[in-house]
C-alpha cells in the first residue's frame, strides 16, 4: 500500500503542530515546508529577543518527525497537486495543508520617509526574530536611555512599550484609535490597558503618522495634527496580514472544518487562514497557542477524512494567550475580537465575558489567570 504524502506550507506553530499529529500515524509521509534560509523558531519568544531579555539562540523550535525543506512555497497547483518552490524543485502531494502565517502590516507605501528609515535600520517593524535581533541591537547602539516611538496599541506593542519603559527609555506610543486594543482585548480591558499606558509613557491616542524625516542624530516623526516627534528608534506594531502562496498570496478561506473554499484536500491553520463559520462569522486569530490549535484540528480532519480518525468537529477557539503589561498581567481565552463585553462582578479580580449569538466565545481579564482558563473548556456552549 502506497503511502499517503501530507504536505505541510509553514513551519511554525500550525505547521509543526499539524506535523506532529500526522506523525503519530504510520503509512503517511510528511514533507515540511519552511522558509527559504530560515531556521524555524519560537515566534512568540522574539519579544524577549528585543528586550535582551534572552538571546536568538533560545527561541529554536523542536522540529517533528518529518522531512524538512528550508525551501519557500510559492505556488500551488491544485488540479495537479504540485507545490512549486523558490528554488525551482517541485513535490507532489496528496494532502496539503496551507499553515505559511503571516507578516507584519506594512506602512503605507507612499509615506513620506519610511523607506529611508527603514534603510537606515530607525524604522523596524516587530514581527520576525531578524527584527528582534535589529530593534536590540538598535536600542543598545544608543548607549543611553533611547528615545522609542512606538506605532501600534495591541498585544505586542502594549507589551513592547511596557518593557522598554521598564529598562528607563523614553517611550512614545501612537495609535489610530482613540481607544486602542479593543480588537485585541474587547472594550473593557482596553480601556484599563490605555489607561495604564496613559500613566507611563506619552500616549498619543487618534493619530496616524504622515511623515517621517530621518535625521543625523534622530529621527523626526510627524503625526496628522503637525505633532512632531524625534525619536532614535521607530518601531511598528500595527498587527499582522496573512500571507500564502498563489493562487491566495494572502489569506486562505476556511469553513469551520479548517478546509479551504473550491480546493480538494486542502487544508488551512494559523495566521493564514480566515475562518467562514455560523458560529462567529468571519473571523481570523494570529497568535501562538491558537495557531498549534488549528494545526492539530486541521491535521485531525485530514485523517478523518482518511478514515484514520474520529471526526473532530467544528473547530472553535479556546486557546490561551497572556502579556505583562506594566506589571499587570492580561489572560485571555477563545475568542476576544468582539469589542463588547460584560465584566463579571468581583472584588478581588477583573474578568470580563466575551458574547456572539448568545453564546461566550471568549474570557479575558486582568490579574486573573487562573479564573479566565477556567472558561476555556466552558467557551462556545454556556448561554448566561
Partial sequence: MTAHHAVILGAGAAGTAAARALAKQDNITITLVGQTDETPYTRMLIKDVAFGRITPDFVGLPMPRADFIADTAEQVDAETREVRLASGRAIMYDSLIVATGSRARRLDANLPGAEQAAQEGTLIALHSLDDAVRIRDAVLACGKPARIAIYGAGLIASETASALQEQGHQVSLIARSTLPGIATFGRSVAARVAADHQSRVTTYFGR??????????????????????????????????????????????????????????????????????????????????????????????????????????????RSAHMAMIYGRMIAGVGYTGHPEDTPIESAEEFIVLHEHGGAVVGASGIDAVGAVYQWGQRLHEVYP
Wanted: glycine share 10%; hydrophobic share 35%.
Fill in 208 to 317: 496616524t503618522i504622515s511623515r517621517i524625516h530621518p535625521e543625523i542624530d534622530a529621527t523626526t516623526v510627524t503625526l496628522d495634527d503637525g505633532t512632531d516627534l524625534s525619536a532614535d528608534l521607530v518601531i511598528i506594531a500595527l498587527g499582522t496580514t496573512p500571507i500564502a502562496p498563489a493562487p491566495w498570496h494572502d489569506s486562505v478561506d476556511v469553513d469551520d472544518r479548517l478546509r479551504a473554499h473550491d480546493f480538494e484536500s486542502v487544508y488551512a491553520a494559523g495566521g493564514v487562514t480566515v475562518h467562514h463559520d455560523n458560529h462567529l462569522g468571519t473571523w481570523r486569530i494570529d497568535h501562538w497557542d491558537d495557531g498549534a490549535a488549528q494545526g492539530t484540528h486541521a491535521a485531525q480532519m485530514l485523517l478523518y477524512v482518511l478514515g484514520r480518525g474520529e471526526d473532530p468537529g467544528p473547530y472553535r477557539p
